[in-house]
């Protein structure tokens, strides 16, 4: 039953349908329970005047400590197989939001330049964009994490980042406020970058000992322009920790062991996986199941081995957009993932190995009984002179 609540009435436990009357002109895009007062409280701090609620999914809190749903209809579990949307009907939306976040990372770099403080509001407007599409279909800006521009590294890492930390995290079925905070401190947290010399930044090469000495300090820089911003909590941890690990090597601030968060362990993952996916101008890009297979070696010296295996399991052997070469000598971009078995995904035939040339687009699904095709490894568009990006547009 829905009915119309002011403010002060809405309480702990309810379900809020719509935001019907505010002040300010805040997006709230996801129905959901307010579990928390803290959370009523921002709401009202954000000028929300009055909800549409549905009581018939009233939660209450009872002495136990446990929840109690009121409906008789079940709570709805988490289909990791599941999109409200196709690929199709998102990816449009998706690449205006990475455009978007792209400009907002090149403002945000304007601005530590020329000695001003970011503003925060529009990169959490850009996370909760984020996690709007991952819900619909997060196939969608996965894929477009996948077709990178190797001049524009610092631009789109943390952008990728912040996209995967929200895929990975709602894998985990992590509380969507903490995802917008997982979101927000990936989009920044490797905005440090800016205060270090290009020459470093950029070096082609290993660095020397004080060359490298230098290139730590950019998460510490990160963790100081994200807390001069007013972040705190789990946003400025990802930005100052995240190239901390488990046995106390990392760096800047040498943590270990229990002292790393289960969400700085979430982007020590990501963070290294992008940088080792990525293509740049002094290193060609790694497919991903090597990386895989770098970060396995790492574990669990470096890495969480639990967190790294579910990041794997939602991530995709071979994740969205990856360029793949089938046995029948057919190419193709995989379009969906198959959390049921990692190697049998869908897949977007465009191309003949065979005979060199484009062939007429083609929707295959490899884990179908009379499907004898099967992915023979992963490749890159310059192995065949194909122009991805002009595939992308054009099927997308």
């Known amino acids: ?24 002109r805040i997006k709230v895009k996801n129905q959901g329970w307010v579990r928390t007062q803290s959370s009523i409280n921002n709401l009202i701090k954000a000028g929300i005047l009055e909800v549409e609620i549905d009581s018939s999914k009233t939660i209450i809190q009872k002495s136990d400590d446990k929840i109690e749903v009121t409906t008789s209809v079940p709570e709805t579990v988490y289909d990791p197989t599941h999109a409200s949307v196709s690929l199709e009907n998102e990816i449009g939306k998706a690449k205006n939001l990475y455009n978007e976040a792209k400009n907002l990372q090149s403002k945000a770099f304007e601005d530590i330049k020329a000695g001003r403080k970011i503003e925060i509001e529009p990169f959490k407007e850009v996370a909760n964009d984020f996690i709007d599409s991952v819900f619909r279909n ?16 610092l631009l789109e890492h943390s952008i990728n980042v912040s996209v995967l930390m929200t895929i990975f995290a709602k894998h985990l079925h992590i509380d969507p ?19 270090i010399e290009d020459e470093i930044l950029n070096k082609p090469g290993k660095f020397t000992d004080s060359q490298f000495d230098v290139m730590k300090n950019h998460a510490r820089y990160s963790k100081e322009v994200v807390e001069a911003a007013g972040l705190s909590g789990i946003a400025v941890d990802l ?79 071979h994740p969205v957009g990856t360029l793949v070469k089938l046995t029948s000598q057919k190419l193709g971009i995989v379009s969906k993932s198959n959390f049921k078995n990692p190697l049998k995904p869908c897949v977007k035939l465009f191309y003949s190995a065979k005979h060199h040339h484009y062939t ?37």
């Open 360 to 396: 007429e687009v083609k929707d295959i699904d490899l884990s179908k009984e009379s499907c004898s095709d099967e992915i023979e490894n992963s490749i890159k568009p310059e192995d065949f002179n194909i122009e991805l990006m002009r595939f992308f547009k054009t099927v997308f």
């Open 239 to 317: 930005a100052g920790y995240h190239h901390e690990r488990i046995d106390g090597n990392g760096y800047p601030f040498g943590l270990k062991g229990d002292e790393i968060s289960q969400y700085v362990r979430m982007i020590s993952i990501v963070d290294v996986y992008d940088a080792l996916t990525a293509k740049r101008v002094y290193k060609d890009d790694m497919p991903p199941i090597k990386a895989f297979k770098i970060l396995k070696k790492d574990t669990p010296t470096c890495f969480d081995e639990q967190l790294l295996n579910q990041f794997i399991t939602c991530i995709g052997v």
């Open 177 to 195: 406020e903490i995802i917008n905070e997982l979101a927000t401190g990936a989009l920044l947290h490797d905005i440090g970058k800016i205060k």
């Open 138 to 153: 997060q196939d969608a800006l996965a894929c477009i994490t996948r077709i990178r521009d190797k001049d524009a590294y």
């Open 1 to 24: 039953m829905l009915q119309k609540l002011s403010i002060d009435q809405l309480q702990p436990g309810m379900f809020v349908n719509n935001v019907t009357k505010q002040n300010g």
